[in-house]
């Protein structure tokens, strides 16, 4: 099984890594070396393009340490009250080291007591992204219209390789007109 130093993390994960590394103190340096390498070495992709054999936060996943039985986590954001033993958060070393690995890759990362364990994706077994797309290809949605149902997006004012009209731009066209509006009075 490839061992590999590289990674798959949607937008919001890496944010989130990025976010553990800027404000969680330095005081294990194996858990320091896991968040360095999975920032500086992952391929960062928006979650409608991340495969679903990819490891994700909130996905359940079935992963071997070196050569023991298999074990099924739900790799979480951090530990929640209720759920004893279903989560692996990505403040543990495994639960980080799992993040962004796909199906069949292995990372190792080492122990409390120094030495190395080795940890195998054996399979993604729910994957929120996945399921987000799959409900959506069953309403029938496509891709690229998931991105406008998730809010307001941006929209095109003025184009910069297109004349100016101001006749379009109603907002520009009301303050051209000579309202001044001050605004709710400071009363």
Not at 5 to 20: A, F, G, M
Not at 49 to 71: C, F, H, K, M, Q
Not at 104 to 111: A, D, E, N, R
């Amino acid at each position: 099984m490839p061992i590999t130093d590289s990674c798959q993390l949607t937008t919001k994960d890496y944010t989130i890594l990025e976010v553990i590394r800027e404000r969680r103190p330095i005081r294990d340096e194996a858990f320091s070396t896991i968040l360095q390498r999975k920032i500086s070495r992952a391929v960062v992709m928006f979650r409608e393009d991340i495969p679903a054999n990819v490891v994700t936060l909130s996905s359940r996943v079935a992963y071997r340490v070196n050569d023991g039985p298999a074990e099924t986590r739900i790799v979480a954001h951090d530990q929640m009250r209720g759920l004893v033993g279903m989560l692996l958060p990505i403040t543990n070393p495994r639960g980080l080291a799992l993040l962004g690995l796909a199906e069949g890759q292995s990372m190792s990362i080492p122990t409390a007591d120094g030495n190395l364990e080795t940890l195998t994706v054996h399979e993604v077994l729910y994957q929120p992204e996945a399921a987000r797309r799959e409900r959506l290809k069953l309403a029938g949605v496509a891709a690229s219209e998931s991105r406008r149902l998730d809010g307001p997006g941006l929209r095109v004012v003025h184009r910069s390789d297109e004349p100016y009209d101001e006749a379009q731009n109603k907002v520009a066209a009301a303050f051209d007109t000579g309202f001044d509006d001050p605004g709710p009075s400071a009363a």
